[in-house]
Each structure stands twice: as structure tokens, then as C-alpha cells.
């Protein structure tokens, strides 16, 4: 009997392998194959791990950059390459970059609120230092003021612009109709870094290229030269900003207007200039630091209350100075 079971069971166990012998390969298959996988992601994992180890500094500083939440793409050589050439401007410019950083850094107070408010991401805040350096400068398109609006969009934005006002010169408002003209562009793009890019070029500038190109980011696109550098532009600033000291800057923030007392006024303003004299200033001072104001009245037959900035006296006294200053020598370079 138990020399019966002694021949039975091998044949069982041929009998068993015959049987499930598909099955077994497949189980066998999935076994090398995933030793195969596991020993291949582990080995990438290794030579990431390595690779990150080896790299430069500035290259670690790349990896942990981002704009508005979106990361830079530190592992494609053509994009490294481009913003390694914005900051090497900057580096070959270092004292006009830092006093175009020490401008933008006193204002950054004043726009960041406004950002915040409207759930606009914080990165926005460097645009104006790439399309106007904080400054009040009108562009050959007509664009105007910090955030170079033209007057279409400006309008579309909710700016007042005719003959006695200038909206796209007050920060503040300039700022929030840009922050509509954000919300729009993420409704349509629904990525940042693209609603940066379309600040540019447009929305509909972009919305063609995407589609032409069969793309859906803005580091994939082929645009012009000035919108492709757009982005690394601002990276490359918000870089040097907040890892000056890598850099070996040190920024020095610049007074801004935050002190300023506001005077509404919600009725009209036959002569400006007796308007100034009354509330302790000169004209030339209030237009200075209210340049949304064109002219030297401000008709407001339909009540819109206005709110008109007024420096203390200390302030004001600098601002004539400086005007005096710039006056003189503007009158000897005349006489030459």
C-alpha cells in the first residue's frame, strides 16, 4: 500500500504542473517582471539621488523654484539655459538691478494686500518690475503706469481714463484692475505661469499658440522673443530677490507713499491749485504724488468719491526741492 503511494504521488505532481502550467508561467512572468521593474526604479532612484548630490548650487536653487505654484522645469537643459542668461544680466547690471529692486521692494507693500485679497498668487508682484519698473513710463504701444495697461484693456478693467484723469497712474486701482484681468485669464488658461505669459502676448495670443502648437504649458511653446523670455525674467528676479545673499546682493528698501494722508473728495474741483493751497500743499506736489490727476481741475458732477494723497510737510519740502534741482538743471543744460 504504501508502495503505491509512492509511485502515485510523483505522477500527482506531473499530473498538477501539467494542469496549471499556464498558470504558473504567468505567475512566474509577473514575478521576474516585477524584480525587473522594482530592481530599475530603485537604480533611477540611485542615480536621481546622485545626480542631485553632484549638483552645482545654483542648480539646487533652481530645483526648488516655482512661479505661482507651478515648478521649474530644472531637468530641461533649454530652460536652464534661458534663465541662466536673465540672471547673468542682472549680475552684469548689479547697481541698476538693486535700485530697481530697492524701488519694487517699498512698493511690494502696497500691491501684495491687494493680490492677496483677490486670491491672486503672490509671484504676480514681480510683473510690474518686468513691464515698467516701477515706474510711470508709456510705452511706444501706449501702455501706461506700473502695470502698463492700454486703454482698452484699462477700460475693459474698470480705469477711468479722459481728459482730467488717468487711472492707469493710480497704483492701487491699477493694481485691482489687473488682478481682474488675472481672474480672467486663469478662467480661460487655468494654469498661472500661462495668465503670466498671456500678460504679454494676450489671452488670445496665447489661446492661438496652444492650440496651434497642440501644447498646454508655457515651457513647451515656441513664441516671440520677448514673450519667451517673459517667465524666466520674472523667475530670475524672484530667484536674486529671495536668495539674495547666494547672490551676494543686499537690497535696500526704498519709502514709499504708505503714509500719505487721503482726502476724499466727492464733488467737483474748479482750480487745483487753490484746491492744494487749502489743504497745506502745492500743486505741483499733489500732482506728483497723485499722477493719476491731468489736469488743473476735476469736474465730478456724478458724486464718485476720489481719494487724494497728501504727503506730510517734510516730504512735500523734499519733493519741491527736488523739483528745483531738476529745474536748474534742466536750464543750464538749456543755456549750452
Known sequence: MSEQKQHTSPDKLITFFRKHSYSLFIF?????????????VNKEKKIIVAVEKN??????????LDFAG???PVDDSNCVALLDREIKKNIDHTMPFKTLINRSLGWFSVIE??????NIPEDFKYLPIIESQFTNVVSPRGATGFWQFVAGTASHCGLEINDQIDERYHVEKATEAACKYFKEAYAQFNNWTLVAASYNLG???INEQLKKQNVNSYYNLKLNEETKRYLFRLLAVKAMVNHSDFFGLEFKRSSIPDSYKKIKVDSSIQDLNQFAEQIG???IVLKHVNPWIKGNKLDNTCKKPYFISVPPANISQQILEQFTKDSTKKNNLDSL
Do not use: A, D, W
Not at 514575478?31 to 530592481?39: A, D, H, M, T
Not at 549638483?55 to 526648488?64: S, V
Open 28 to 40: 512566474s512572468s509577473f514575478l521576474v517582471i516585477s524584480f525587473i521593474i522594482i530592481y530599475q
Open 55 to 64: 549638483e552645482t548650487p545654483l542648480m539646487k536653487l533652481y530645483r526648488n
Open 70 to 72: 507651478e515648478k521649474f
Open 113 to 118: 494686500p491687494i493680490l492677496k485679497k483677490n
Open 203 to 205: 489671452m488670445g495670443g
Open 281 to 283: 500743499t502745492k500743486l
